[in-house]
């Protein structure tokens, strides 16, 4: 498996251990809109067969397309399709999130998934290498019943290995104050 990114070890537990040290006492009062436009490295990863089927295991999504290649030519793919949300792993695998943290300084206790939208343009399937390439969209708060919140866009770029661009991952990130 390639994994360009920063940690050589991604296991869930390491991922979460690591994140769990961008735990900020002092988090800014209110979020600072010079990050937007921020970019942040490049990542890959290698889109196998294993990883598919095991992600469709974890979110126990059985459908035959994930696990089954001969149930997936028959449904006029090449192979393997990767579930819609799969993009999720190539960002936490490549050590992105810990990095945005720490340079956000964001406190993950505070932290809420705030929203997720994939935008495909071409299949990712096993054998791709995809790039991904975030920028912090747009940043603002909000103010409601339960106080203000800041709210982080991001949007990642994906290229497969011949540089085409395959999807825009678009999420939002709700720090609690």
């Known amino acids: 498996m390639i994994?360009?990114?920063i940690y050589a070890s991604n296991s869930v537990a390491d991922i979460y251990e690591r994140m769990m040290r961008y735990?900020?006492?002092?988090?800014?009062?209110?979020?600072d809109k010079s990050i937007i436009g921020r970019e942040y490295p490049e990542f890959t990863f290698e889109v196998e067969k294993g990883k598919i089927r095991e992600f469709a295991r974890a979110i126990g999504d059985k459908n035959p397309l994930y696990y089954d290649e001969k149930a997936a030519k028959e449904a006029g793919f090449e192979g393997l399709v990767i579930p819609p949300s799969f993009p999720t792993v190539f960002a936490m695998a490549g050590g992105l999130m810990e990095v945005m943290l720490g340079d956000l300084k964001l406190?993950?206790?505070k932290i809420l998934h705030g929203g997720q939208q994939y935008e495909y343009f071409k299949p990712i399937k096993p054998g791709d290498t995809v790039t991904g390439k975030v920028r912090i969209a747009n940043a603002f708060e909000k103010s409601g019943k339960a106080g203000t919140m800041d709210f982080i866009v991001m949007e990642t770029t994906?290229?497969?290995?011949?540089?085409?661009?395959?999807?825009?991952?678009t999420s939002t990130m709700i720090?609690?104050?």
């Open 23 to 31: 735990s900020y006492k002092e988090v800014p009062k209110m979020v």
């Open 107 to 109: 406190d993950l206790a």
């Open 175 to 177: 720090q609690r104050r």
């Open 3 to 5: 994994w360009k990114g």
């Open 158 to 169: 994906y290229t497969n290995q011949n540089g085409e661009k395959v999807l825009v991952d």
